[in-house]
């Protein structure tokens, strides 16, 4: 069980808003760090997308934002667009794995 | 423009040694923190292994005491060695500059990537 929980899927609707949770899964009560998140288009390599929890590298659209709360992140996406379809990833520290970690991943559907 | 291009990659039989290479450009590899991270076929992300700019390496779990990071100042080249590799190793291979946006924290994101290179372990 991956130490970031993340929903296997998700689907929207082009234009509509989605969300992607990304919940820590932490035995120990220790440091929090932040929360990063990746996109991966099919057949290519992961982008970041969101890094230190709601900032945006140069050149992501700002459709993505992302938040986080306690031990919850979420990614948002507004305005989905077809070229959005693509797994999503949310990554941190675990300080008690001494392990940089991924959440399992979502794939997001564009109907 | 940052380039990473990863290679080594091929098909090895377990208990076998395989050296992964990345040759950077447009940053240099050893005034930053890299990192490597793999994908099993059809699997998820999986952080294995980084380097700090001062040498200092940290590993996943199930890799410590097989894989070794590395880096060559003069190629511009960072490297894994992979010893006694397992089936459950096969996956695409990729390295990452690892930024840190928080100093002083283990807070780091992965802003470039390179194309991977897939490793195949099987009998």
């Known amino acids: 069980q991956s130490v970031l929980t993340q929903p296997p899927s998700v689907s929207g609707a082009p234009g509509q808003r989605v969300t992607i949770s990304c919940i820590e899964n932490r035995s120990d009560t220790g440091a929090r760090y932040d929360v990063n998140w990746y996109q991966q288009l099919p057949g290519t390599v992961p982008k970041l997308l969101i890094y230190?929890?709601?900032n945006r590298p140069s050149g992501v659209p700002d459709r993505f934002s992302g938040s986080k709360s306690g031990t919850s992140a979420s990614l948002a996406i507004t305005g989905l667009q077809a070229d959005d379809e693509a797994d999503y990833y949310c990554?941190?520290?675990?300080?008690?794995?001494?392990?940089?970690?991924f959440g399992g991943g979502t794939k997001l559907t564009v109907l | 423009e940052v380039q990473l291009v990863e290679s080594g990659g091929g098909l090895i039989q377990p208990g076998g040694s395989l050296r992964l290479s990345c040759a950077a450009s447009g940053l240099t590899v050893s005034t930053n923190f890299m990192t490597w991270v793999r994908q099993a076929p059809g699997k998820g992300l999986e952080w294995v292994s980084v380097i700090y700019s001062g040498g200092t390496t940290y590993y996943v779990e199930s890799v410590k005491g097989r894989f070794t990071i590395s880096r060559d100042k003069s190629k511009n080249t960072l490297f894994l060695q992979m010893n006694s590799v397992r089936v459950e190793d096969t996956a695409v291979y990729y390295c990452?500059?690892?930024?840190?946006?928080?100093?002083?924290?283990?807070?780091?994101?992965?802003?470039?990537w390179g194309q991977g290179t897939l490793v195949t372990v099987s009998p």
């Open positions: 990554q941190s520290y675990d300080s008690s794995l001494s392990a940089w970690v």
């Open positions: 990452a500059r690892f930024f840190g946006y928080s100093s002083g924290s283990r807070n780091m994101a992965m802003d470039h």
């Open positions: 230190g929890n709601n």
